[in-house]
Structure formats: C-alpha cells, structure tokens
Nanobody
Framework: QVQLRESGGGLVETGGSLRLSCERS????????MGWFRQTPGKEREFVAV????????YYSDSVKGRFTISRDKSKRTIYLQMDSLKPEDTAVYYC???????????????????WGQGTQVTVAS
C-alpha cells in the first residue's frame, strides 16, 4: 500500500508564506505523479499543483501560478509546496495526492488520484 503524510499547514497573514510537505511511504509507484489539491467547506476538492516524479515536470492551476512552487526530493520520497504571496482565498484544507501510470492529458485530473493524505489546514488571515 501507499501512505501519504502531510505537514506544514497553519495560520498566516495575507502576503505571507508557508511550506507544505508530503512524505510518501509504502510500495514504489510506477510512472507516478504527486500533487496538491485543496478543499473548502461546501466546495469540491480542486487541483492546485502536480509534479511528475520521474521528470520533475510541474503543472499549476491558474489561481496559484507564479505564487506557489511544487518540488520534490527523490531521496526523501517527499514533495513540497512553497506558497508565497498568500491570499485569504487560499484558505483551505490542502491534500496530498498520488497516482501511478500517469497520462499527461489527465495528470491534473482529481479523479485519477487514488492515494490521499489526511489533509492539512491552511488559513490566511485578511
């Protein structure tokens, strides 16, 4: 099985920064991707940023492009989300997700991710 463990959420003021981490353990995933998704009460979970494990190729939602940076450390089986210039609308529970057998055309599609962490709360005060 695969386990994902997030850390790094918290409370920050508008314009501030936070860094989230997600460590993967368990079996090796074939042709995998890992990423971040977020959810607010009453809304569906949405894509934020994804990284392809082998190549390091990254993908971002328009709402965070230029402010958030996703990266990975292969030796630690960990991905990071550096969040800068945070806005109140970034407030959400952030979930780490993982999938394997990646197809580029669906790499940002929520439904293709079948491994999830427990989530970490990010709150941006206005």
């Amino acid at each position: 099985q695969v386990q994902l463990r997030e850390s790094g959420g918290g409370l920050v003021e508008t314009g501030g920064s936070l860094r989230l981490s997600c460590e993967r353990s368990g079996r090796t995933l074939d042709n995998s991707a890992m990423g971040w998704f977020r959810q607010t009460p009453g809304k569906e979970r949405e894509f934020v940023a994804v990284i392809r494990w082998s190549s390091g190729s990254t993908y971002y939602s328009d709402s965070v492009k230029g402010r958030f940076t996703i990266s990975r450390d292969k030796s630690k089986r960990t991905i990071y989300l550096q969040m800068d210039s945070l806005k109140p609308e970034d407030t959400a529970v952030y979930y780490c997700g993982a999938r394997e057998r990646v197809i580029t055309s669906t790499i940002t599609t929520l439904e293709t991710y079948n491994y999830w962490g427990q989530g970490t709360q990010v709150t941006v005060a206005s």
